[in-house]
């Protein structure tokens, strides 16, 4: 059954604490991608990586990273850098980047107490 | 003016009627154009794909693109309170670093 997974569904943090949100697609698809959406403000791109080993920043790149040492996962670390990292989180992959359709995960809730 | 653009709604319409949601962007050169469909704490998920200026069709969707007008609209034909959601359309920015680019999506609710 192939797809996109995410985990955890819903994450609590501390303020100043890192956090790690894990992506995993068994779909072969190269390219992968996280983005953040609050309310009102529709998708913003992190992060997207093209291929293993290499990824390149997107629009609010600032308090995350991210690492592509498999093919099939695409974890996202928010750091403490990050100012207001209360959000719901989406990965996505597509065969390749660019014109390819993009495809979703469950996404994960994360609220920073 | 935004790169994408879609009427935030919300857009109401009665069961059985036709939702018509729509979506401008300023890229000319775009080639690629996709509407999803977000329920409220869920993710999106691929309606349809459209790449070539006319109706594209599938099951009770139509998907048109006007590249001169420069815009994408989804019909949502014998409409279903099963259908209310936000949906998103995102345009591929050409050139050399493509990405989608997203509007911030039109609520539809259908009214039973």
């Known amino acids: 059954d192939g797809g996109i997974t995410q985990s955890p569904k819903y994450l609590f943090r501390k303020e100043g604490q890192n956090v790690t949100l894990s992506c995993e697609q068994n779909l072969n698809h190269d390219a992968m991608y996280w983005y953040r959406q609050d309310p009102g403000q529709g998708l913003r791109l992190i992060y997207y990586s093209q291929i293993v080993n290499d990824f390149q920043k997107g629009d609010i790149a600032e308090g995350y990273s991210v690492s592509r040492e498999k093919k099939e996962s695409f974890p996202l670390t928010v750091t403490s850098a990050q100012k207001n990292p209360t959000a719901f989180y989406l990965c996505?992959?597509?065969?390749?980047?660019?014109?390819?359709?993009?495809?979703f995960g469950p996404g994960t809730r994360l609220t920073v107490l | 003016q935004k790169e994408v653009e879609q009427n935030s709604g919300p857009l109401s319409v009665p069961e059985g009627a036709i939702a018509s949601l729509n979506c401008t962007y300023s890229?000319?050169?775009?080639?690629?154009f996709f509407w999803y469909r977000q329920y409220s704490g869920k993710s999106p998920e691929l309606i349809m794909s459209?790449?070539s200026n006319g109706d594209k069709e599938d099951g009770r969707f139509t998907a048109q693109l006007n590249k001169a007008s420069q815009y994408v609209s989804l019909l949502i034909r014998d409409s279903q309170p099963s259908d209310s959601a936000t949906y998103l359309c995102a345009v591929e920015r050409a050139g050399n670093n493509r990405k989608l680019i997203w509007g911030l999506g039109t609520s539809l609710a259908v009214n039973p």
């Open positions: 890229d000319r050169g775009s080639q690629s």
């Open positions: 459209i790449y």
């Open positions: 996505a992959s597509s065969i390749r980047r660019g014109t390819d359709t993009q495809y």
